[in-house]
T-cell receptor, first 114, second 119 residues
Framework: DTEVTQTPKHLVMGMTNKKSLKCEQHMGHRAMYWYKQKAKKPPELMFVYSYEKLSINESVPSRFSPECPNSSLLNLHLHALQPEDSALYLC?????????????FGSGTRLTVV | AQKVTQAQTEISVVEKEDVTLDCVYETRDTTYYLFWYKQPPSGELVFLIRRNSFDEQNEISGRYSWNFQKSTSSFNFTITASQVVDSAVYFC????????????????FGTGTSLTVIP
């Protein structure tokens, strides 16, 4: 299994809603990442988890709350988002956060905030 | 300053033409890695190649080839005999170990080149 699975694929939420994005991998990777990608832009790093601990938070607003329940799962909890948060949210994993094996990306969740 | 520069924003070619996507990077590390990813309209980022800074051999994989030139800090990607399925956004990326004193894998994407192959 060489995939990173993200659910849901599409999500529309209101500014007062609470929702969660899920990411799962079964490759034994110990580093997992959340990226945000706006249209026609490269992905931007949000969070890095290494061995289930948050190692990097790129000054992301607190309305985005990551969680890593175990080595295979990564969640992104969303609350009180703004319309400008609408984007493609990509999850990725790699063997280690300190190594350079490249990332395996999921297909993303396309989020629309209304 | 941009760590990874992809000067070509959009390229259109006719099917079966060859096309080269340019990538220029900037780093002070002696050990670093370069990558190319493909992002089709479906959104998934597909890993194409990883190259470390000590390996300047060019690589060919089917219709894809990569030219790594440390002297010019470039890592260009050529698609031979392009096909409609090659239409996508292609990202070049750099991974280096240290940046501004913060250890850890720092990963930088270029701004991407949107390739359209016209049938």
């Amino acid at each position: 299994d060489t995939e990173v699975t993200q659910t849901p694929k599409h999500l529309v939420m209101g500014m007062t809603n609470k929702k969660s994005l899920k990411c799962e991998q079964h490759m034994g990777h110990r580093a997992m990442y959340w990226y945000k990608q706006k249209a026609k832009k490269p992905p931007e790093l949000m969070f890095v988890y290494s061995y289930e601990k948050l190692s990097i938070n790129e000054s992301v607003p607190s309305r985005f709350s990551p969680e890593c329940p175990n080595s295979s799962l990564l969640n992104l909890h969303l609350h009180a988002l703004q319309p400008e948060d609408s984007a493609l949210y990509l999850c990725a994993s790699s063997q280690e956060s300190g190594q350079n094996y490249g990332y395996t990306f999921g297909s993303g969740t396309r989020l629309t905030v209304v | 300053a941009q760590k990874v520069t992809q000067a070509q924003t959009e390229i259109s070619v006719v099917e079966k033409e060859d096309v080269t996507l340019d990538c220029v990077y900037e780093t002070r590390d002696t050990t670093y890695y370069l990558f190319w990813y493909k992002q089709p309209p479906s959104g998934e980022l597909v890993f194409l190649i990883r190259r470390n800074s000590f390996d300047e051999q060019n690589e060919i994989s089917g219709r894809y080839s990569w030219n790594f030139q440390k002297s010019t800090s470039s890592f260009n990607f050529t698609i031979t005999a392009s096909q409609v399925v090659d239409s996508a956004v292609y990202f070049c990326a750099l991974s280096e170990w240290m940046n501004n004193g913060r250890a850890g894998n720092q990963f930088y994407f270029g701004t991407g080149t949107s390739l359209t192959v016209i049938p």
